[in-house]
């Protein structure tokens, strides 16, 4: 079935340093996604991609739709204490309520 | 401002019992979900329901019964509970291009 790789599965770093994390796939998708997840609480989306080569911003987060269509990446600039949890890239392949494919998670602890 | 929530958010029972999980969303949206959440945080769709129509049905066991009585709600039904269903179960809605909002999920621990 359709997978998505996402890396790295952890990140331990400085507040205030940059983050980078990134998912790839076998296969096409015509939506790219970033959810960010909180203990205890539901993803919360944060970048929502639907070009090939679109780059968009977040505030300090910035996320590309990979030219390929087959990857995407999510950059954090100087992290704080509150950039910590769980992220995940999510991909779909068709229309608007075709499946939603999710990474494996990129956890990211922030040391003050 | 409520948008998706589920009841319960924690849900302990017995190995062999049936159970149940609710859903409502207040947003206007026309598609709902139900994900499961394993222990290594690795979320997977279940199920999909557009206007009240299954449109989405993931390899996942018979025990496992969706129902969607209107729009605004998509619960879940669960017989014979195993040890492999503890997990959390994360009901989501979207509309269009508005991407799927998730709930607050219920996490569920069979005894």
């Known amino acids: 079935g359709q997978q998505l790789n996402q890396s790295p599965q952890s990140m331990f770093i400085q507040e205030g340093e940059d983050v980078s994390m990134n998912c790839t796939s076998s296969s096409i998708f015509n939506t790219w996604l970033w959810y960010k997840q909180d203990p205890g609480e539901g993803p919360v989306l944060l970048i929502a991609?639907?070009?090939?080569?679109e780059l968009t911003s977040n505030g300090r987060l910035t996320a590309q739709f990979g030219i390929t269509r087959k990857d995407s990446f999510l950059n954090i600039s100087a992290s704080i204490p509150s950039d910590v949890g769980i992220y995940f890239c999510?991909?779909?392949?068709?229309?608007?309520?075709?499946?939603?494919?999710f990474g494996q998670g990129t956890t990211l602890q922030v040391k003050p | 401002d409520t948008a998706v929530s589920q009841t319960p958010k924690y849900l302990v029972t017995q190995m062999g019992n049936d159970k149940s999980i609710k859903c409502e969303q207040n947003?206007?949206?026309?598609?709902m979900y139900w994900y499961k959440q394993d222990s290594k945080k690795f979320l997977k769709i279940m199920f999909s329901y557009n206007n009240k129509e299954l449109i989405i049905n993931e390899t996942v066991p018979n025990r496992f019964s969706p129902k969607s009585p209107d729009k605004a709600h998509l619960n879940l039904h669960i017989n014979s509970l195993e040890l492999g269903d503890s997990a959390v179960y994360f009901c989501a809605s979207s509309q269009g291009r508005v991407q799927p909002r998730f709930g607050p999920g219920t996490r569920l621990t069979v005894l």
């Open positions: 991609l639907y070009k090939a080569g």
């Open positions: 947003l206007g949206h026309d598609t």
């Open positions: 999510a991909g779909r392949t068709s229309g608007n309520t075709g499946k939603l494919i």
